[in-house]
Nanobody, 121 residues
Framework: QVQLVESGGGLVQAGGSLRLSCAASGLIFSISMMGWYRQAPGKQRELVAGITSNGITNYAESVKGRFTIFRDNAKNTVYLQMNSLKTEDTAVYYC???????????????WGQGTQVTVSS
């Protein structure tokens, strides 16, 4: 199976920057999509950014122009560079991957354990 391990969360002042990383490991045949979701207290989990294996990206409107997602396919790692952070970006950020552990398996969704990002005013 695929395991996702996140790092890079923390506390930052508004206007600051953070970079999140997520490395996939374990039995991996292919990973088509990787991305980041977030969930703030009392709110539903929402997509922040996603990237396909050939580099096509999509972003939530609220983060366009401030966040950049990129990935290293050779390392099965996805990154989220977050600039000009706002207090409303405070949430638990979850790494997501859609992939196959073996060629005969269907694509499956995998999730990291989450990393807290807190933006103070």
């Amino acid at each position: 199976q695929v395991q996702l391990v996140e790092s890079g969360g923390g506390l930052v002042q508004a206007g600051g920057s953070l970079r999140l990383s997520c490395a996939a490991s374990g039995l991996i045949f292919s990973i088509s999509m990787m991305g980041w979701y977030r969930q703030a207290p009392g709110k539903q989990r929402e997509l922040v950014a996603g990237i396909t294996s050939n580099g096509i990206t999509n972003y939530a409107e609220s983060v366009k122009g401030r966040f950049t997602i990129f990935r290293d396919n050779a390392k099965n790692t996805v990154y989220l560079q977050m600039n000009s952070l706002k207090t409303e970006d405070t949430a638990v950020y979850y790494c997501h991957a859609k992939g196959k552990p073996m060629v005969v398996f269907p694509e499956t969704d995998y999730w990291g354990q989450g990393t807290q990002v807190t933006v103070s005013s």
